[in-house]
């Protein structure tokens, strides 16, 4: 009896998303790039083929599958079969190199890791250092050991009963002291905030998403393809951003969702004008500030306001711009549906309108907390429930929010989070170094570019390509400064503490030359 109660009640994310699945289960899902489709028949018969063939690999409930592959129909296959198998999916960032992934082998204990065919034999020696985890691969065009296994795995079309707070995800943001925290993401928290962005984005059933996102972020994992898969309509499906392909997509599509980079990559594009976005009725904007200028710019080429919104890693989505009313470059909206909070102080106390302070929230797309790290979790939390954002906002007195800075040390570069402690960490302990600091600079292209100050030992000869190349093979190379320079002394307040401040404002010109180069 409970069991078909629990049956009838089940919260797993895919049951929730396939009950939006067309009737018609030949209608296409995701178009690839070859021309071929999946249909949501397909995605549904493939997913619970994968969800089987993670059992049959050891897979209980509750074990973490962590994966760092190239972005592929059977990545999302994987994503998808976590979910159904009841497993905790726990994607990386491409980038990341074997010492970084060693951490979150180690932290997060997954019972099996997929990684790409050429990364075999490093994801075995950490595998084997830790112990227990199993490796099978996964490559950009469907080769690898877990696909020649699923070429012979059964029809399984179970969906594992999963309740609100069951955890489906784990994503690791990085911390500001330099070590990486998982946050434990529940079915319930990703239900809830799909649900609440398909309604409030107005997806009807002649929408026709672009995916260009990568897929082991929110943005691309769960925003975009949730959508999507929810909205049971056809997205173009594209492995990286390509200006070019983006736009030809245009032709066939309804909706984009992206980084400022996109939009600063689509309006350097010569192509990029009110005919090619004809059929377009949205441009979604986030993971980073959009510059108004960027706005403005998108406006006078095509005539539509983007869509700016706020979210993070901890919470999905949490504010965002109307759809139908005033859009507001400079600005990411008002709170979702669901979602609450506040403009506080220091110690939590809700600020008059207009003032500055530290964003507070409360709703259920908020995280479960750190994984195996409750001190961290309690400190991120107020006593009434609050998850304290670290970014600094104000409110309007009609509820609208402006992000304005940060009060956590955090670059943002073309939509990645770099956290400057952990590069400094690195950098400190290379020989000649007295110290360093890495601080987060306007770029054109990616927003912000990551620039390293140091100051060196005077009997050092080190210089700028000394540095990068001592980084490189350690740090992921989106997370390695693009520019390194040196001085006598970091400048410091009268309590010691380096002001980064006075080094953003030293270093401000540092990528806008190429604004001035021409073509
Ligand atoms: C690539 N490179 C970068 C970045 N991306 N450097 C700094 N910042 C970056 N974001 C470097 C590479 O390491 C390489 O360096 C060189 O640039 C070219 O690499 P390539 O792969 O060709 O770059 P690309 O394909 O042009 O990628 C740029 C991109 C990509 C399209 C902007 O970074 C991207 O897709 N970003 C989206 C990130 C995202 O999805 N964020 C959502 C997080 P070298 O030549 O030295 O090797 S979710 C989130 O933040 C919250 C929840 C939210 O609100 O959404
Ligand atoms: P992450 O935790 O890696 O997902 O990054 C989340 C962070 O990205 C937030 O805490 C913000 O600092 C930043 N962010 C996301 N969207 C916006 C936006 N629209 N404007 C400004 N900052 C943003």
Redesign the pocket.
Known sequence: MSGIIALNHNENLYAILKSHFPADDSACCMELSDGSQLTFGDVDARSGRMAGLLRALGVDVGDRVLVQVDKSPEAVMLYLGCLRAGAVFLPLNAAYTAREVEYFIGDATPSLAVCRPADATAFEALAAAGGGTRVQTLGANGDGTLMDRFADAPDDERVESRSHDDLAAILY?SGTTGRSKGAMLSHGNLSSNARVLHAHWGFTPDDVLIHALPIF??HGLFVALHCSLLNGTRMIFQARFDADAVIDAMARATVLMGVPTFYVRLLENTRFDRHAVRRMRLFVA?????LPDTFNAFEARTGHRIL???????AGMITSNPLDGERLPGT?GYFLPGVSGRVADVDGNELPRGEVGVLEIKGPNVFRGYWCMPEKTAAEFRADGHFI???NATMAADGRIS?VG?AKD?V?SGGY?VYPKEIELMIDVLPGVRESAVIGVPHPDFGEGVVAVISKQSSTALDEATVIDSLSGQLAAFKRPKRVFFTDELPRNTMGKVQKNTLRQKYADTFAKRQEEPG
Do not use: C, F, K, Q
Not at 308 to 314: A, D, I, L, N, Q
């Open positions: 943001t972020h929110v986030g993971s980073a500030p959009l700016e919104r706020y979210g993070m890693t901890e990411v954002t670290g970014d992000i940060r955090l943002i989070n």
